[in-house]
């Protein structure tokens, strides 16, 4: 993100029902969101993968991304062909240091 300031940008959870996936589907699925948000960075529209969890009990995953705004997180997730419920606004709590 070369002149990109990061005042305007914000975190997305983008939420996926995802039954019956594999350990391999989903390693595809997350280096799929990681090149595409590249992709789109280095066409000048900033998105940038932060991380994925998954419950499998439910077969739900949630990833967050970072963008000025959530139509690029959607066309990130079209490109890649990764299937989604929503795309919501959402904090990312991480603590900044392990105690």
Known sequence: MSNQ???NVKVY???RDLPG???EQLAAAQQAAIATSQEFSQAGKPVRYIRSTFVPGEARC???FEAPDAAL???VNRA???PFTRIVEALDLT???QN
């Open 80 to 82: 890649a062909q990764l």
């Open 13 to 15: 959870l983008v939420d």
């Open 21 to 23: 996936i594999t350990g």
């Open 62 to 64: 949630m990833c967050l």
């Open 95 to 97: 603590p900044s240091s």
């Open 5 to 7: 300031t990061h005042q």
């Open 73 to 75: 997180v959607e066309g």
